[in-house]
């Protein structure tokens, strides 16, 4: 039992992926977590996180059968805090090559694309990209308004150094439209791809796992929760 | 780009104790595995094995709520093996929190085992357990922790559960398992340069210069060892009364600190210290 006052978030539940271990980070950091896949309790969730592991197409199906789709629509309408997690981040862009194209939620405008698998010099690279890999900092605009506009302490990477690490397994990429959106970067071989998608704002995604990332992870979350 | 290289603390799991024995044999009780788990995972093991080391020969299965109780406040990628026999076995080890599972005596005497998981819940979560012993200059893959012979020679078994979809290799060598002498270099290298996926190196790690050679002689994707960190993390005295049904306690009762028998051979030495060692050598590692 929680107190009134500790932070909500509903982990979208449907049918892809485990969900158990995102809910016991929630809750370990004192938050309350519940699993759902009610579209009226997606509808009306103080927060969102949408996880996922597996097709790309076979998850929008799923979502939109469950009536998800437009849940999550009108959950985001009412400008509340959204996490992507892994697919559940590339879900929220406007279309994936992954055995398609298939369309997306298209919350963020922007593809999902293949990581490459080599390196620079064309070596091949084991895909899926599994494993301990840093995130970076993009280097931020030369503009004087965007700078002044964006304090990093104000998004999901509060407390969050250039060069943590976090815990990855994925075989597609987000390419967000406006570069704008990339919070945080990863290298892999050739790829240099985009980790954190964020408008900066309640939309939020992480192509890595935070609740298998250790410490950094954990803190991911706990920004999530207590600070957006 | 070179790779980051993982260091797994292994858990050998007995009933529900943590276990560590010479060749897999003559099990000695050193504790609870969630106490071992927890020292390992914040003291920044990258990831955790769990290895229930009599389960394929009792024919039991009692590890999922091991894993739960130990992934309630782990938040790192997390190995589970031994006695897994189905894919309902599999489906219940991942409900309970863990990431992969590890597969070797029902993969022996059912490949497709390795197929048919791996099309249910992806490569990245099914690992094949290999278990090698060098005879006759050749090395055959064992089940059962190294009891029954398989007749399958062991670079071919791992180009065929890679085949099948296996998403990771743990190679044991039965031959330096427990011994603290060093990883059977010959054999993870033969086995790193012949398949795509990785390989997590174990068997025989006694200090770190062992887990050096895997990485830059044998080429290992990861370093598994037990003794090692097992007998580091050992400190104050417990109470072996919450023990008393469960096997060996010899060890518990003598001062656990006190292992001068087996101090000849195993440095006991914490993660941070190996992996700071270990970058100082040239080795990518998360810090």
Known sequence: MGSMNNPKALIIDYGMGNLLNIERAIKYLGGEAEVSSSASMIASAERLILPGVGAFGKAMVELNERGICDAIYDFIRKERPLLGICLGMQLLMTESAEFGPNKGLDIVSGKVVQLKGRTIDEKRLKVPHIGWNTIEFPEEPDNAAFKG??????????????????????SYICQPDNQEYVLAESTYGADRFCSIISNKSNINGCQFHPEKSGRAGLQIYKNFLFNS | MAKYIRIIPRLDIKGPNLVKGIHLEGLRVLGKPWDFALKYYKGGADELIYIDAVASLYGRNNLAEIVEKTSQNIFIPFTVGGGVRSLDDIGRLLRAGADKVAINTAAVHNPDLIYESAKVFGSQCIVASIQAKLINNRY????????????????????????????????????????????????????????????????????????????????????????????????????????????N????????GEFNFMKEKISPTGIKDIKNSLIKAGVKCRV
């Open chain 1, 149 to 170: 506009s964006f304090n990093r302490d104000n998004t999901i990477l509060k407390g969050i150094s250039s060069g943590s690490y976090f815990y990855f397994v994925h």
């Open chain 2, 140 to 247: 055959e893959a064992f089940t059962d922790n190294g009891r029954e012979l398989t007749g399958k020679e062991v670079t071919e078994w791992a180009r065929q559960v890679v085949d099948l979809g296996a998403g990771e290799i743990l190679l044991t060598s039965i031959d330096n398992e427990g011994t603290g002498l060093g990883y059977d270099i010959e054999l993870i290298r033969q086995i790193a340069g012949l398949v795509s996926v990785p390989v997590v190196a174990c068997g025989g790690c006694g200090r770190y210069e062992h887990m050096l050679d895997a990485i830059v002689k044998g080429n290992a994707d990861a370093v598994c060892a037990a003794s090692i960190f097992h007998y580091h993390s050992l400190g104050s005295k417990v109470d072996t009364n919450q023990f008393k049904d469960e096997g």
């Open chain 2, 249 to 256: 306690i010899d060890f518990l009762k003598l001062n656990r």
